[in-house]
T-cell receptor, first 113, second 116 residues
Framework: GESVGLHLPTLSVQEGDNSIINCAYS??????FIWYKQESGKGPQFIID?????DKRQGQRVTVLLNKTVKHLSLQIAATQPGDSAVYFC????????????FGKGTLLTVNP | EPEVTQTPSHQVTQMGQEVILRCVPI?????FYWYRQILGQKVEFLVS????????KSEIFDDQFSVERPDGSNFTLKIRSTKLEDSAMYFC??????????????FGPGTRLLVL
């Protein structure tokens, strides 16, 4: 995606397509990662998480992939639906600081019917 | 399904005024957090709270901020003298125990604070 007015990366897909949202993290000590979905005017909603000792984790229609070598995290949404339209944030927890979450910048996913 | 609730949903205040944002964490949760999100920016950690004391705070959480668990259900964030740059969405979150890293933080719907 490319940055827009709010400097937020965007991804636009057609309904039914698969979506891949990417996230880079910088703290090699991070050992727990979470994807949150944020709809307009609402709080972050947990989607899926993954521990650093895993490379892949699957949920319902969602898959998270973790590549610790390049410090990269991705969220794959299968058969994207209009209700998936939202901002998606990755968050990391380095564990050393009472479990505070450090959020990434977010990606705006727009699903076109 | 249990959820974190926050009041008010919107708050407009004059610069220099005090505001109190309220949260009711999920009832059996013990670890509480405040985050904020300035419009168009990422969610930022403010403070974590456990056993009636602050566990950690960020550099944003200066002397103008305070948190309190006044009773068994509420968790509040007070800003003593609001500044224009305090305008943001404030989210409360909670976790069940905070005893393990891999524990989901559940977020409330947020309070949108506008300082004029």
């Amino acid at each position: 995606g490319e940055s827009v007015g709010l400097h937020l990366p965007t991804l636009s897909v057609q309904e039914g397509d698969n979506s891949i949202i990417n996230c880079a993290y910088s703290n090699s000590a991070s050992d727990y990662f979470i994807w949150y979905k944020q709809e307009s005017g609402k709080g972050p909603q947990f989607i899926i998480d993954i521990r650093s000792n895993m490379d892949k984790r699957q949920g319902q229609r969602v898959t998270v992939l973790l590549n610790k070598t390049v410090k990269h995290l991705s969220l794959q949404i299968a058969a994207t639906q209009p209700g998936d339209s939202a901002v998606y944030f990755c968050a990391e927890n380095s564990g050393g600081s009472n479990y505070k979450l450090t959020f990434g910048k977010g990606t705006l996913l727009t699903v076109n019917p | 399904e249990p959820e974190v609730t926050q009041t008010p949903s919107h708050q407009v205040t004059q610069m220099g005024q005090e505001v109190i944002l309220r949260c009711v964490p999920i009832s059996n949760h013990l670890y509480f957090y405040w985050y904020r999100q300035i419009l168009g920016q990422k969610v930022e950690f403010l403070v974590s709270f456990y056993n009636n004391e602050i566990s950690e705070k960020s550099e944003i959480f200066d002397d103008q901020f305070s948190v309190e668990r006044p009773d068994g259900s509420n968790f509040t964030l007070k800003i003593r003298s609001t500044k224009l740059e305090d305008s943001a969405m404030y989210f409360c979150a909670s976790t069940r125990t905070g005893a393990i890293i891999q524990e989901t933080q559940y977020f409330g719907p947020g309070t949108r604070l506008l300082v004029l």
